[in-house]
Structures are given as structure tokens and as C-alpha cells.
T-cell receptor
Framework: DTEVTQTPKHLVMGMTNKKSLKCEQH?????MYWYKQKAKKPPELMFV???????INESVPSRFSPECPNSSLLNLHLHALQPEDSALYLC???????????????FGPGTRLTVL | ELKVEQNPLFLSMQEGKNYTIYCNYS?????LYWYRQDPGKSLESLFV?????AVKQEGRLMASLDTKARLSTLHITAAVHDLSATYFC????????????FGKGTHLIIQP
């Protein structure tokens, strides 16, 4: 299995809802990432989990809460979002965090989130 | 703060022509990545460049890295319509598990 999967593909939620985005990889990668991408913009890093520990949190608002239950799974819990949080949320994984050489990140298909 | 600058941001070209996309970055990192994104889709990894002078080619695309100049190029040879997409270069700052910092992307349209 050489892919990163994300569910759901699309999500529409109100500002008072609680929802979760899920990401899974079975490539034995030891780092997983969440990125946010607004239309016609580059992806922006939100969180990094390395060896199942949160290593980078790019000053993301607390209404986004990441969770890494195990090395294959990554969740992003959403609560009290704002309309400006509407975006494509991309998950990625890489095999060799913290080591020399390539640390190529492989991206999932993304979840397109709309906040009403 | 790591900065990655791409140019041009928009490029319209005819099939059969050659062109180059440039990527400058501000860190000493020698790990540079090129990705392709089709509209509404995710990112597809194209090239990983790890050292000064690295050159990689896949079909009509060739990428190179000059770490001394902190410059990478993506060269398109004899463009075809199927190469129309947005191309991003990205850099990680090295050490630890690092996320990528992306350039703004080059929106490439190839017309018959």
C-alpha cells in the first residue's frame, strides 16, 4: 500500500458543530503532517507528528486539535470553526523524519471543508 | 523565517515550446522538492533534489539544484497540454521532522 487516504472527501459544517478529519497510511512512515490550503494559495503547515509525538504546531488556533492514535493514523478534530477556515485540508506522511537524505512527503487526496 | 520564492507565478505557453520555472529559497537547506497539483486535486511528488548540482529528469520535465545560489529550476521541454497544472517548489529546513515551506506556485497553461 503506497498511498495516504483521507476521509471524508467533502465536509460541510456549521460554526457550532464538532467534526473530525481522518488520515491513514500503511507505508510504515514515521511522520505525519496536516496542511491547510486556501484556493489559489500554497499549502500551509499546521501540525507535524514525528514518531507519534507532536513536534511542530504552527500557532494554529485551538479550534483545531490534532491527534495521532498510532503511527498509521492522524486525526484533526474541529470545533467552533469560522467561515474563513473553509479550505482543502491535506494530510501527508514521510518515512525519515530527522534523518539525513530525502524526507519526501506523500500527500493524501485532501478533505474539502466548508464552514457555514 | 524560511522564504521560498517562485517565478513566474503564471505562465501561458504554446505546445512545443521550452520554458523554465525558478525557485529561490532563503535557508541553507539542501533538500528541495517539486510538486504538481491539478485543479481540485492533491499534490503529486515530481522530484526530490538533495545536493548541489543535482539534476533529475522525468519525461519533458527536468529539475536542478544549485545550493550555493539557493536556486532550483524546473525546465519544461517541448511542452504538451497534459503538463498544464500548478507547480510548487518546497523546502524543509532540515533536522527533526520538518514540514515543508512552499513557494506560491506557478500556474502553467499550455495551449495547442
Amino acid at each position: 500500500d503506497t498511498e495516504v487516504t483521507q476521509t471524508p472527501k467533502h465536509l460541510v459544517m456549521g460554526m457550532t458543530n464538532k467534526k473530525s478529519l481522518k488520515c491513514e497510511q500503511h507505508m510504515g512512515h514515521r511522520a505525519m503532517y496536516w496542511y491547510k490550503q486556501k484556493a489559489k494559495k500554497p499549502p500551509e503547515l499546521m501540525f507535524v507528528y514525528s514518531y507519534e509525538k507532536l513536534s511542530i504546531n504552527e500557532s494554529v488556533p485551538s479550534r483545531f486539535s490534532p491527534e495521532c492514535p498510532n503511527s498509521s493514523l492522524l486525526n484533526l478534530h474541529l470545533h467552533a470553526l469560522q467561515p474563513e477556515d473553509s479550505a482543502l485540508y491535506l494530510c501527508a506522511s514521510s518515512a525519515r523524519p530527522g534523518l539525513a537524505g530525502a524526507n519526501e512527503q506523500f500527500f493524501g487526496p485532501g478533505t474539502r471543508l466548508t464552514v457555514l | 523565517e524560511l522564504k521560498v520564492e517562485q517565478n513566474p507565478l503564471f505562465l501561458s505557453m504554446q505546445e512545443g515550446k521550452n520554458y523554465t520555472i525558478y525557485c529561490n529559497y532563503s535557508t541553507t537547506s539542501d533538500r528541495l522538492y517539486w510538486y504538481r497539483q491539478d485543479p481540485g486535486k492533491s499534490l503529486e511528488s515530481l522530484f526530490v533534489l538533495l545536493s548541489n548540482g543535482a539534476v533529475k529528469q522525468e519525461g519533458r520535465l527536468m529539475a536542478s539544484l544549485d545550493t550555493k545560489a539557493r536556486l532550483s529550476t524546473l525546465h519544461i521541454t517541448a511542452a504538451v497540454h497534459d503538463l498544464s497544472a500548478t507547480y510548487f517548489c518546497a523546502v524543509d529546513s532540515g533536522g527533526g521532522a520538518d514540514g515543508l515551506t512552499f513557494g506560491k506556485g506557478t500556474h502553467l497553461i499550455i495551449q495547442p
